[in-house]
């Protein structure tokens, strides 16, 4: 069993920026990857960033030079920076974990933490 907790969701103008945090709590050392998704209203859940445990990185397209994502094995976090926000970036962002193959594969969600991009 694998706890996430998102915070750092906040109101924030176009072009500022966010620092999203997923701290993850039980069986760490079973999760491989791990991920921000999210959801805007009426649109289906997307891929904004994911990274292994490696600290291999992947993108979406429409994030790539502006989100980063980063991961501290040690404190069990991973973290979004999102920089020059737009109002398409509005969404509830999620944060997931995958557990290698090996112990099943399983992908686990937090609740989520709103991220509202307005002026």
């Known amino acids: 069993q694998v706890t996430l907790v998102e915070s750092g969701g906040n109101l924030v103008q176009p072009g500022g920026s966010l620092k999203l945090s997923c701290a993850a709590s039980?069986?760490?050392?079973?999760?491989?990857?791990m991920g921000w998704y999210r959801q805007a209203p009426g649109k289906q859940r997307e891929l904004v960033a994911t990274i292994t445990r490696g600290l291999y990185r992947n993108y979406a397209d429409s994030v790539k030079g502006r989100f980063t994502i980063s991961r501290d094995n040690a404190k069990n976090v991973v973290y979004l920076q999102m920089n020059s926000l737009t109002f398409e970036d509005t969404a509830v962002y999620l944060c997931?974990?995958?557990?290698?193959?090996?112990?099943?594969?399983?992908?686990?969600w937090g609740q989520g933490t709103q991220v509202t991009v307005s002026s």
């Open positions: 997931n974990a995958v557990l290698f193959p090996s112990y099943g594969g399983q992908t686990y």
């Open positions: 039980g069986s760490i050392f079973r999760v491989n990857a």
